[in-house]
């Protein structure tokens, strides 16, 4: 049972804009930034956003993050099959002093 | 350009111990503001933070792993190892050692990862 919830899945087609949501608590979400990353078929995770809204370099502008309260949410738009994988948020926990993930977001482009 | 990678044993019998060890390339483990890390994925599911040393040497482990786990960083040969003790089917997993940042805008984000080494536990 992971920390932080997560949709098991999502889908969209070509183009179209997709948001996987993270719910969270005080400890963790309500207080510390988020975190989002990117797990393709047999490859490591990979930071796609940090501090609830920040990409690193070489991400794609397509890939957006927002926080509100104890959740979080990563909006893919302009949606390709490249982006078919596993997205997963994390925060840090104050309760646990350090970080917390949600479930995974198993995305299908259609 | 920092590079982790995970080495140790792939298959374990019930009640050992596993040993992995990371080995970091291209930086070092005493500098920067980082926690070195090691999560784990088991088979079809999520990920799992199981412990962390921040680079001034303070470490925090995962309650619900705490009691079985020993972490320890090695600065003259750039590694960070985990132990695991009395292990069993259930920690059968991909194990990742990863950099977090430690600076509050980035707080936890895990920028490097390692391949991942898997570790199954079997009789």
């Known amino acids: 049972q992971s920390v932080l919830t997560q949709p098991p899945s999502a889908s969209g087609t070509p183009g179209q804009r997709v948001i996987i949501s993270c719910s969270g608590s005080s400890s963790n979400i309500g207080r510390n930034i988020v975190n989002w990353y990117q797990q393709l078929p047999g490859t490591a995770p990979k930071l796609l956003m940090y501090?609830?809204?920040q990409r690193p370099s070489g991400v794609p502008d397509r890939f957006s993050g927002s926080k509100s309260g104890t959740s979080a949410s990563l909006a893919i738009s302009g949606l390709q099959s490249e982006d078919e994988a596993d997205y997963y948020c994390?925060?840090?926990?104050?309760?646990?002093?350090?970080?917390?993930f949600g479930g995974g977001t198993q995305l299908a482009v259609l | 350009q920092v590079r982790l990678r995970e080495s140790g044993p792939g298959l374990l019998k019930p009640s050992e111990t596993l040993s992995l060890t990371c080995t970091v390339s291209g930086g070092s483990v005493s500098s920067g503001n980082y926690y070195w890390s090691w999560i784990r994925q088991p088979p079809g599911k999520g990920l799992e933070w199981i412990t962390h040393v921040y680079y001034s040497g303070s470490t925090n482990y995962n309650p619900a792993l705490k009691s079985r786990v020993t972490f320890s960083l090695d600065m003259s040969k750039n590694q960070f190892s985990l132990r695991l003790s009395s292990v069993t089917a259930a920690d059968t997993a991909v194990y990742y050692c990863?950099?977090?940042?430690?600076?509050?805008?980035?707080?936890?984000?895990?920028?490097?990862w390692g391949l991942g080494t898997m570790v199954t536990v079997s009789s």
């Open positions: 990863a950099r977090g940042a430690a600076a509050a805008a980035a707080l936890g984000a895990f920028d490097i």
């Open positions: 501090s609830d809204n």
């Open positions: 994390a925060a840090w926990d104050d309760s646990l002093n350090g970080p917390v």
